[in-house]
């Protein structure tokens, strides 16, 4: 499998090992489930579209019917997914294994990205979040600060994804 | 020789200090810096570059920008050449290797301008009319290969070596073009407070401006100071190609034609365009107007100011508008003799310089000169004034075209101006802006549309005059268009077509005008009235990795590798993609080829114990109080009445009934389902799901969660198969005696929690195992150390292919197609009794969802036990083809558990003709098959609980 950890030109790729992917399910009648649920993790309320909230975990809005919780261990997780439990109007779903995650961080992350997603979908400030094409496969990015981000593909396309952030950051004029 | 390089410092584009070697047709020549390969070229006085595509002509470079015709040149060498690369638009680099395209032997000497001679076998249309006898076909293969301009790189040599870019980009503004008009346009844009964006093709700003005098390269590099501190960001060698919807527009940069990074495709979409895009010049139309030497005025203009080349020691202007004479005094400010002004028109407001003839009312009828122009014959329109003047380059000037092709691009509709006799563009659109010469604000008198020499000076000429070319790079002659107008091909689109007018790679920038006024000039119709074609992206000829981008190699397109990819690797996995996952198809061992391997892993597993990751096998989750009932609105089958613990096979089926996609249904908990889809399918059913759900059966409470890539699939089986589960240490609950077939369990072994389900897509005792995927690999690696002794074997897709054919299993995809219907793979029979409703169940009472003569899935068995029936051939009736087809062969394997071939057909009426005997023909061969039901192997599925 394609190393994970490399340099993008200038940008640095790292790949995030213990990141936890929850898909929160809910049906619009639960939605204080999902509101219950982030509260038990210290999220105060669901996240809008584009919005990240809190802080391991991070909740970020996916759908109006999903929202997904990030976090560097499953013990941080753990409160949000026992509370969806227990009706049958949501659900939580584990996604990690099918999810790889990225940390980019470079001065010239934004060019990097220009070269591989429109520049529309790229998430501007710091605790936002787009769902984004990067080229042929669907991503969704994690703004934390003006020059680090999460990027999130499935974990399948490893190879695709490596391939081009390389091939990308080649592009990138120090 | 005629063109040169002028002394001194003219030239205010190039730098002379740095000069740079370059190769023309195995020429060793030099250039400068800021020299494009036309300017370089002209200054070594080469006018003879090229030969043109149907008739091999002698020509010379015609233009100064992307609408030049005729120097198009292969350049560069092995992996790196690019055909057809017109040589006003490279940049002159060190090293450049430059050929012309369509000369064999040489350039000087072409066989193939024998076909000049022919010409007029060889008319618009020919191809239609000629070469019909014996037959066209052995014409074709001659044609094709004369046809054509260059050569692409040949494959032995490698792939491109080159990197392209690809950039997307956000602006406000975008202005396109940065001629002076364009860089107002983004000053006033910027001061606006706007983000802007401003590209411009050449390598520098300026536009049609740049070549006025230093006075006006003053003020265009006050200009530019302007824009720069204004914060309008300058991208140069940039040219627009396309304006597509929702403001969305495309442009590629050239970086450095000689570089790692070689082009640059830019992607943007913004909220206002400004068109800059300027005009390109008209020719003049007269006979032979194609010689080396016959230039368009504003191009020669620029070679002398921009390049420091004179195109000529004696030039003569032609012309139907004013900006010859300012060419004129431009060309003399820079010592270049000019010889004479030819204006069309009997009266002008523009000054010719002193000493200039003026020739009013008159046209040139005669060029001397085969290889190169040497003189003219100028005859005043009625006939009565001669004159014989010695020139050596012939500037045309015959009025201008705005460049409104992005504008088209843009559904912009186009307005006659009478005055100026051109199409300009009728109003701005929402979002886009025009300005400057591309609105057609540009003021050169009054000019004739129509531009050629009256009948009756040609008839002065006393001798037959040369063709008349309208478009040069496709040899369209005016002869060409009198042809399309006399056989009624009078539409512009007929034109265009018929001619080949405007389909070359300049698409028609110098031509489309003048063949609209002589079409409506031979019909009786106003240009207008004739009309224009679309026009449509790219602007420019581009090269095709540079709309690739990195696409190629690994990045061409997504492959999903499985969890579990390295160890089949270790495992000599011989690899395929299946449905945009990369699988093993094999594991082929001691030389074996694929097929071998497949017949060996078929035989093995029925003997032992195999192994295979179905980790892509689609995994979607379905939950929700009413995930029963949608599952039952979605599938052919019932689902809802299945306990918790039980799974059920099921079809899916469109609103026309037809299949398209099939999978296991296990029911996990009472308002939760997992349900399995074809390896390549998930996306499409969870599409399918999500739009019945989001568009009709909007009140049905259920979530679904696509989970493919969060779960691995081991899948083992085999008869011994428990054997080596119980060995892994899973629990005595999954035993055969305990587990029923087609039943699952949500298990924690050894701390990993996983969801195990009888079935078997071989017909053999099967466990398909899924589990997280990231823990893939080490179960399939424990299983397979503990199996030796037990004779595991790693099997791929086709030993799977092989035994699924065995047991007459479906594959979606391949024993179906895109008119299947349940009834005809014979999964139609609980749909009467089943009371709900379901996708698909109107349509399956349509007549011919019912006709009795439906194909219908049957197996075959060649009657000599011995040949492979082909997929696709065709069951035809007797007497045998040519003949209405009966039905065709969808699955074909040789057998290795059964010793001969077994195949799948549809046939028509298929399961009433099982015991007959049929013909399988292909490709001339006829092959006995008899029908059969199926399964060929294991019919009472016998094996499928470990027992013989």
Sequence with gaps: ?174 | MSAYRLPGLAGAWIDRSQKLNFNFDGRALQGYSGDTLASALLATGSMHVARSFKLHRPRGIFSCGIEEPNGLFEIGDDARRTPNTRATDINLYEGLVARPGNVWPSLKFDILSINNYFAGLLPAGFYYKTFMWPAWRLFEPAIRRAAGLGHAADPHSGSDPDRYDELSMNAHTLVVGGGVAGMQAALDAADAGHDVLLMEGQSQLGGWTAAQGEAARTQIATLAGQIEKAGVRVVTACTVIGLYDHQFVSAVQVLDENGQTRERLWKMRVAQIVLACGAFERPMLFPDNDRPGVMLASAVQRYAELYGVACGRRVLLTAACDSAYGVAHSLMAAGIEVAAIIDHRDETAAQAPTGVPVYRSSAIVSVKGGQEVTGVTVISHDGLHRQEILVDCIAVAGGWTPAVNLYSMAGGSLQWDERSSMFAPSKDLPGITVVGACAGKLDVGWVPADNRPTPVALSALGQIPGKIFIDLQNDVAASDVALAAQENFRSVEHLKRYTTMGMATDQGKTSNVNAIVLMGALTQRTPPQVGTTKFRPPFKPVTINTIAGGRSGERFKPLKRMPGHDWHTERGGLFEDFGGWLRPAAYPIQGESLEQAAQREAFQVRQTVGLFEGSPLGKIEVFGPDAADFLDLMYVGTMSTLPVGGARYGILINENGVVFDDGIVARLAPDHFWVNTTSGGVERVVLAFEEWLQCEYVNHRVLVTPVTSAWGNVTVSGPKAWALLERAGFDATLAPGAMKHMTIRDIDHAGTRMRVLRASFNGELGYEINLPAQETSSLIDRLWDLGHDLGVVPYGIEALMVMRTEKGFLHVGGDTDGTTLPGDIGMDRGIAKKAANFVGRRSLLRPASLDASRMQLVGLIPVDRKTLLPVGAHVVAPPGPPGLIDGFVTSSHPSPNLGHPVALAMLQRGRARVGEIITVHHLGKAIDAQVVATPFFDPQGERLNGRD
Aim: aromatic residues 4%; glycine residues 6%.
């Design chain 1, 1 to 174: 499998m394609a190393a994970t950890d490399f340099n993008a030109g200038p940008v640095s790729v790292r790949k995030i090992e213990t990141l936890v992917v929850v898909a929160l399910r809910h049906l619009p009648e639960a939605a204080d489930t999902l509101v219950t649920a982030l509260r038990a993790v210290g999220i105060s309320a669901a996240p809008n579209p584009g919005q990240v909230l809190g802080q391991n975990p991070w909740a970020l809005w996916r759908s109006p019917s999903e929202v997904i919780l990030l976090a560097t261990h499953r013990n941080h997780t753990d409160a949000a997914v026992a509370a969806m439990m227990g009706t049958s109007l949501a659900c939580a779903v584990n996604q990690t294994d099918g999810v790889l995650a990225l940390e980019l961080q470079g001065q010239q992350l934004d060019d990097l990205l220009r070269r591989l997603v429109d520049s529309r979908s790229l998430p501007g400030l710091p605790g936002t979040s787009t769902q984004a094409r990067l080229v042929d496969i669907s991503i969704t990015l994690v703004r934390h600060e003006s020059d680090r981000l999460w990027l999130l593909a499935e974990r399948p396309q490893t190879e695709y994804l490596v391939n081009w952030l390389k091939h990308a950051g080649a592009c990138l004029e120090p």
